[in-house]
């Protein structure tokens, strides 16, 4: 049997070029058709998770894979965001903060995992993953959004939150590194 959450990975990373063409479309239809590509981008991380653990479909590859295609997905959305104007003046601000902290930890996770030491998502960390990806969903969707409400506002609201959520998610990461790399001196002021 194939290993359904690496395939819902892979079809994350390869919504990717999908997501960037969308940009190129113009008009409200490009808004909506990037939304509709990050959402179901959002939705397989969600389901590989839940298929992994329900099914005990974990892997090598998975543990891998599935942190790269969220940030990529990310990445990909916010950069897209940014060369487009969708995403422009201060807003670009928490725009910045997420994608520096996703290298950052991406760049922990590796040292961490060199030595054999594993960091466990968080809760707060997954509430911040929650209120960022349903923040660029609706900066996507932007002026394309139904109805007379204010979605570009409110997703910079929710990208305001989620970066001050990604600061201090990065600073738990950043701690607990900091404890192995200097042997266990860092944070015992605290």
């Not at 063409?21 to 008009?27: E, L, S, V």
């Amino acid at each position: 049997m194939a290993n359904v959450p690496n395939l819902l990975t892979l079809f994350r990373i390869a919504l990717i070029p999908v997501l960037v063409a969308a940009f190129y479309i113009g008009g409200d239809a490009a808004n909506r058709l990037a939304c509709a590509i990050f959402v179901l981008a959002s939705v397989t991380d969600f389901f590989d998770g839940y298929v992994a653990r329900r099914f005990d479909q974990r892997s090598a590859l998975g543990r891998f894979l599935d942190p790269v295609a969220d940030k990529l997905v990310v990445a990909a959305a916010l950069l897209m965001m940014v060369g487009f104007g969708q995403i422009a003046g201060l807003a670009v601000l928490p725009a910045l903060v997420i994608l520096c902290r996703e290298i950052l930890v991406s760049g922990l996770r590796e040292y961490l995992a060199e030595i054999s030491v594993g960091v466990p998502v968080s809760r707060l960390a997954k509430w911040k993953t929650a209120i960022q990806m349903t923040a660029i969903a609706v900066l996507l969707l932007g002026e394309a959004g139904p109805w007379d409400v204010p979605w570009v506002t409110i997703g910079e609201v929710g990208l305001w939150a989620a970066a001050v959520l990604t600061l201090v998610t990065g600073y738990d990461y950043l701690r607990t590194a900091l404890r192995h790399i200097t042997g266990g001196r860092a944070g015992a002021g605290e």
